[in-house]
């Protein structure tokens, strides 16, 4: 088989998937006789992503592979091609998972202390239903108390390849503008981008478990609702 046609079937296949593709699936694409080496596969990725070069849409490698998917600049035109209302995460549940995923392997007790608030149950059940977070061990304290950590699939939603690819904490100011297929609330607005912080005001807790209960509806509605199959890549810039 040419090079040409392995390039194809491979570009083809990141098309047609709608998700990631690892090296061992795209190998599996083709027959056993005519199957070309990890190496070549790799190869077949690198000349497809100079040809992208020049146009909108590009190659990206996650934790879970490689992806076609649109290029930063166009993201926001793209995106109105589904005006269905995106789902929405509470500011709450955000926060969380920022910390899971700058100081993991971390404790709930951990989350709190550093939040100040007791972290609400419905947000850890939505970040391992999501598949977001899980358990990576047990901390050797009374309890045993677990370790959250991250998974493959919270880099393959945020389009990372690996947990170095997280912006530096000095640079990440709002977390609504790392993926624009969801909005992020503002306390005291419907909707809108909000600016994260660790905030200690004991007041929180309340409004936590009022924005958990909206978020767990909102999530519902949502699973009736079909994402879009096109991959839309998550803004450059994060800004304060």
Request: proline fraction near 6%; include cysteine.
């Amino acid at each position: 088989m040419s090079n040409g046609e392995t390039r194809n079937i491979i570009e083809a296949a990141l098309l047609a998937a709608g998700k990631s593709l690892s090296l061992s699936e795209l190998c599996s694409l083709f027959d056993e006789t005519q199957r070309p080496s990890t190496a070549a596969v790799r190869a077949a990725i690198e000349a497809l992503a100079l040809e992208y070069a020049q146009r909108p849409i590009e190659i990206q490698e996650t934790g879970a592979g490689f992806r076609i998917q649109v290029r930063r600049q166009y993201a926001a035109a793209v995106s109105r091609l589904w005006p269905e209302r995106p789902q929405r995460y509470s500011r709450a549940l955000l926060e969380t998972l920022a910390l899971i995923a700058y100081r993991q392997p971390i404790t709930r007790a951990e989350i709190e202390a550093v939040r100040g608030v007791a972290v609400n149950p419905n947000i850890v059940r939505t970040l391992l239903e999501r598949q977001w977070i899980r358990v990576v061990g047990h901390r050797d304290l009374p309890g045993h108390p677990e370790l959250l950590g991250t998974t493959r699939d919270f880099l393959e939603y945020f389009g990372l390849k690996s947990l170095d690819d997280l912006p530096p904490l000095a640079q990440l100011r709002s977390l609504g503008d790392i993926d624009p297929q969801f909005e992020l609330p503002v306390d005291g607005a419907d909707e809108g981008a909000g600016t994260v912080g660790y905030e200690t005001a004991a007041s929180e807790s309340a409004d936590e478990e009022s924005a958990e209960a909206d978020s767990a509806d909102n999530e519902e509605d949502a699973a009736d609702t079909p994402r879009p199959s096109g991959l839309v890549a998550a803004p450059s810039d994060v800004s304060d």
